[in-house]
T-cell receptor
Framework: AQTVTQSQPEMSVQEAETVTLSCTYD???????LFWYKQPPSRQMILVIR??????QNATENRFSVNFQKAAKSFSLKISDSQLGDAAMYFC????????????FGGGTRLMVKP | DAGVIQSPRHEVTEMGQEVTLRCKPI?????LFWYRQTMMRGLELLIY????????DSGMPEDRFSAKMPNASFSTLKIQPSEPRDSAVYFC????????????FGQGTRLTVV
């Protein structure tokens, strides 16, 4: 079974600064997908960014980018120019390419943004 | 499309009562998932359906939990009888079967069993 670990229960960042959230995973599969979801206080789960394991290039979505290290099984999220609206819980998630479309989530990191 | 729609948003019930949570997936999606979120266990998969057929219910905690998907546009998660430890946020999500597509989540149902 796959496991996803987020070792930082809480992080804080100054507005306009950059922060990196860590995620590691354990799998024996060669093909899979990785996701970062954001959960603001409204509870809604919002996809931030996704990465296909077969792609070497790191995914980027505006201020959000990932550092995907397949050999190290690491998938960190970098948020540049942090904004107050970035404050939320962030969940890293794994999805196998072989067995259904279900997600395995990490425990989450609460990000606080200081004005 | 309005997205994944869950009802109710909040439910407070007494221990021993039956609780039914409802979900309408995004039209055309052929996967439907039920997740539970608690402080202690985080987000965990309870059950998922593919083309209305339950594929994996190994995450369903006990026989008190059951889920159905009678058609492509509706699913229910039932707890009978409910217990205080069932208090959690229950999410429904749906997706296409295409591998590189994302899952879309509903806004969740916060269940409190007193």
């Amino acid at each position: 079974a796959q496991t996803v670990t987020q070792s930082q229960p809480e992080m804080s960042v100054q507005e306009a600064e950059t922060v990196t959230l860590s995620c590691t995973y354990d799998t024996s599969e060669s093909d899979y997908y990785l996701f970062w979801y954001k959960q603001p206080p409204s509870r809604q789960m919002i996809l931030v960014i996704r990465q296909e394991a077969y792609k070497q290039q790191n995914a980027t979505e505006n201020r959000f980018s990932v550092n995907f290290q397949k050999a190290a099984k690491s998938f960190s999220l970098k948020i540049s120019d942090s904004q107050l609206g970035d404050a939320a819980m962030y969940f890293c998630a794994y999805r196998s390419a072989f067995a259904g479309n279900m997600l395995t989530f990490g425990g989450g990191t609460r990000l606080m943004v200081k004005p | 499309d309005a997205g994944v729609i869950q009802s109710p948003r909040h439910e407070v019930t007494e221990m021993g009562q039956e609780v039914t949570l409802r979900c309408k997936p995004i039209s055309g999606h052929d996967y439907l998932f039920w997740y539970r979120q608690t402080m202690m266990r985080g987000l965990e998969l309870l059950i998922y359906f593919n083309n209305n057929v339950p594929i994996d219910d190994s995450g369903m905690p006990e026989d008190r939990f059951s889920a159905k998907m009678p058609n492509a546009s509706f699913s229910t998660l039932k707890i009978q009888p409910s217990e205080p430890r069932d208090s959690a946020v229950y999410f429904c999500a749906s997706s296409f079967s295409t591998k590189n597509t994302e899952a879309f989540f509903g806004q969740g149902t916060r269940l409190t069993v007193v």
